[in-house]
């Protein structure tokens, strides 16, 4: 249930409905992903390097960008967003994506910090199932990507290569 796990029974008493921890007699278990769409191909990740470092380079700021997903193919949405040096935050409205896309995940970029999610970007993820991918170290010549899945506020490490195809 939304508020706990909690077990029912049915026997020769009645039914009967309580609060658990656990239930003993199931095996253990444990979180995971399995991911099952492609990689972001480099096409597409050049695309938002491309953005991020045109942001960068004119307003010394982060940027966002939006994965979507529509017949097997990976595109990008960049929906209004309140940027610094160190941040940037955006809301999603209807009509910000195009009809028969799904939003899968985000993008964003750390401008000269590394490639990593901060507290902030796993706190801003936990409410966006999908892969979100960060791109760092734009003041220098090799570009830094952290990518991860993020499932009901869980983060998975994945390969990046697993993830995302880096452009050339």
Not at 22 to 39: K, R
Not at 77 to 92: E, L
Request: aromatic share 8%; hydrophobic share 45%.
């Amino acid at each position: 249930a939304r508020d706990g796990l909690y077990l029912r029974k049915r026997s020769l008493l009645g039914v009967s409905q309580t609060r658990v921890e656990h239930v003993a007699h199931l095996p253990s278990g444990s979180e995971f992903v399995e991911y099952a769409l492609p990689p972001v191909p480099a096409d597409v990740m050049a695309r938002v390097v491309g953005f991020f470092r045109a942001v960068y380079r004119a307003h010394r700021t982060e940027a966002a960008v939006l994965l979507v997903w529509r017949d097997g193919v990976f595109d990008l949405v960049v929906p209004p967003q309140k940027v610094t040096a160190v941040s940037v935050a955006f809301d999603v409205r209807d009509g910000d994506i195009p009809a028969g896309w799904r939003v899968v995940g985000s993008m964003h970029s750390h401008g000269a910090y590394g490639a990593y999610a901060s507290t902030t970007d796993e706190d801003d993820e936990a409410e966006l199932d999908g892969l979100h991918i960060v791109v760092g170290d734009f003041d220098r010549r090799r570009l830094g990507y952290a990518a991860a899945i993020v499932v009901d506020g869980i983060r998975f490490q994945l390969k990046t290569g697993q993830l995302i195809e880096r452009p050339r």
